[in-house]
């Protein structure tokens, strides 16, 4: 009887390590929903405050993708060791045969989080491709322009009343 529970135990875990894995598409999506929303709010700014808006947009979604991708991995590590735990827990308590059945919890685990990581990077590429159309639809012909940065002032050294060196403006500029 000890033995089943554990294996039950087991495979309540790694099916609980699945289902965490299985946030990453969904975040996915949640992160493509909220850059959607924060492009629609630039449409009033003009153009050089929108383009680099938007490349700030696009700089915070590449980030929440790439932080997104560590779920899987991380979902994996933890049903295994839960798992491995809880029969590691049974063996010792209860040796029999009904803890092999809690091996179908590594299964489900490790399945789990390989499907999650496959479809989460699915959709991580989908909205990238989205995000850039939505851009530039948005944006129009200044999303492929370049955008001109104001230059400054360059420092100089130069001698002073003293005859020491130092800095200052190019007074030519």
Same mark, same amino acid.
């Given at each position: =009887?000890?033995?089943?529970? %554990? ?16 946030? %990453?598409?969904?975040? +996915? ?9 924060? !492009? ?10 929108? +383009? ?10 590449? %980030?929440? /993708? ?13 049903? +295994? +060791? @839960? ?8 063996? /010792?308590?209860?040796? @029999? ?8 919890? /590594? ?6 989080? /390989?499907?999650?990581?496959?479809? @989460? ?6 909205? #990238? ?17 370049? !955008?001109? =940065? ?21 007074? #030519?500029?």
């Amino acid at each position: =009887m000890t033995a089943w529970l %554990h294996a039950t135990l087991a495979c309540v875990w790694g099916m609980g390590a699945a289902l965490v894995a299985w946030r %990453h598409p969904r975040r +996915v999506a949640r992160a493509l929903d909220g850059f959607t929303r924060e !492009v629609a709010a630039i449409r009033d700014l003009e153009a050089t405050p929108r +383009v680099a808006a938007a490349n700030e947009l696009l700089t915070d979604l590449e %980030h929440d /993708l790439v932080v997104l991708r560590e779920i899987p991995p991380r979902a994996a590590r933890i049903g +295994v +060791v @839960g798992v491995a735990a809880w029969l590691v827990l049974g063996a /010792l308590t209860a040796p @029999g045969w009904p803890l092999a059945v809690g091996a179908l919890g /590594l299964v489900l685990a490790l399945g789990g989080a /390989l499907v999650a990581a496959r479809r @989460g990077e699915q959709l991580a590429a989908q909205a #990238r491709k989205e995000a850039d159309r939505r851009l530039e639809v948005e944006l129009g012909s200044a999303y492929d322009d370049e !955008v001109a =940065m104001p230059e400054r002032r360059r420092l100089r050294f130069r001698r002073g009343p003293a005859g020491r060196a130092e800095q200052g403006f190019d007074p #030519r500029r």
